[in-house]
């Protein structure tokens, strides 16, 4: 490997690691949750107006739940993993196969 990478692999492995720890932050933990879970709902249900309510820690699940009121509809509660690092919908209630 060229010099350049070298230290470009070291520079983007710093980036990882202060990313993984200002992570552990509840206030920034929290804002990466909102923004994942704001750019899923807007790419998956863009027609929908949701408004976000409220997110929590919900240790029965070891997941985090970010819940959006959503007009003439049943709220939409996402699931959201991995706890260190919450920005994966995990579940999503309005995106399961209807049932016979």
């Given at each position: 490997?060229?010099?350049?990478?070298?230290?470009?692999?070291?520079h983007a492995i710093?980036?990882?690691?202060?990313?993984?720890?200002?992570?552990?932050i509840p206030l920034v933990k929290e804002l990466l949750a909102r923004g994942a879970a704001t750019l899923y709902v807007a790419a998956k249900y863009p027609d929908q107006t949701v408004t976000f309510a409220h997110f929590e820690y919900q240790p029965h699940f070891g997941d985090y739940i970010i819940s959006y009121t959503v007009p003439k509809t049943d709220a939409l509660?996402?699931?959201?993993?991995?706890k260190l690092l919450?920005?994966?919908?995990?579940?999503?209630?309005w995106d399961q196969p209807m049932s016979d």
């Open positions: 490997m060229t010099h350049f990478l070298k230290r470009y692999m070291k710093v980036a990882l690691i202060v990313i993984m720890l200002t992570a552990q509660h996402l699931m959201l993993a991995p919450p920005i994966f919908v995990k579940f999503d209630p």
